[in-house]
Structures are given as C-alpha cells and as structure tokens.
C-alpha cells in the first residue's frame, strides 16, 4: 500500500481512505474511551504512539448510582509518573452519578501545553467519591499533532 502527500493551500492525502488502517482518514480524530461500572479503580485508557492535541472529553452516565457524590477527573500522565500526579485535561470533573442518558461536555484546560500528549504518555481516569452502581462511558477526542 502506498500513499501519496499532495501540497496545496494544506496538506491533502491522496491513496489509502480506510479508516481501519489510516485513522486520518477521518479527518484525523482519533477516540479512546472508558467504560466505568462503579466502584471503580482508577485506570490508564490510552498510551500515546506519536504526539496528539485533546480535542474534546464528553462522557454519558447509563446509570446514576447510588451513595453519593462520584467524579472523574481525566489526566495526562508522562511515563514514569503515577496516575493520581497526572495533569488534568479539564477544569472541571465529570459528573458518575449524573443525569442518565444526558451527554457531558467537559471545559478543557486553558492551558495549551496540558492538552499535548507526547508519545508514551497516557491518558487516565481518577475516580473519586463514594458512588455504587454507577455506570457509564467517557470518550476523549484526538488530534495528530
């Protein structure tokens, strides 16, 4: 298979548009999502292969739970670095024990350099609260960068 670069006013790809082998056939946004079924433990849901911008986090309670108060707070973590010493890629936390079948559209940093992703890193949730039987998914979108 080849594929062919074509310069115009931007970059054009000529050759392979199956997006199961070339994921900028999509315009070059690339997902990685969690499921979560509380409680839950923290956990790593993407590693970076190549450097990526955050587009986008919006996640989807299925079900709200029960026992209080449950957040997520989504962090890119260097290798190396423990989960919870992540840097957050939103300022503010997605809601676990939400309205059901409601979509959250988390506000991403303000900061630019908290939304690059370098290979190796990761992309995790930390949990925190005391929620039982919540159940739901989180998406973040990315870019090539």
Known sequence: MSVDIRQTDGL???GDQDSTRNPTARGGF???SINYNVPAADATFFVADRA???KG???VPDVA???GACTA???KVPSGTALTSGTALHSSTYNLVGTVATTQTLTLSTTASDLLLAAGDRISADYTGTATSAI???TVTLSPA
């Open 12 to 14: 054009e790809m000529v």
């Open 30 to 32: 690339i997902t990685a």
């Open 52 to 54: 990526y911008v955050v």
């Open 57 to 59: 986090i919006r996640g």
């Open 65 to 67: 739970g029960t026992g």
């Open 73 to 75: 707070t989504i962090r």
């Open 136 to 138: 739901g998914a989180i």
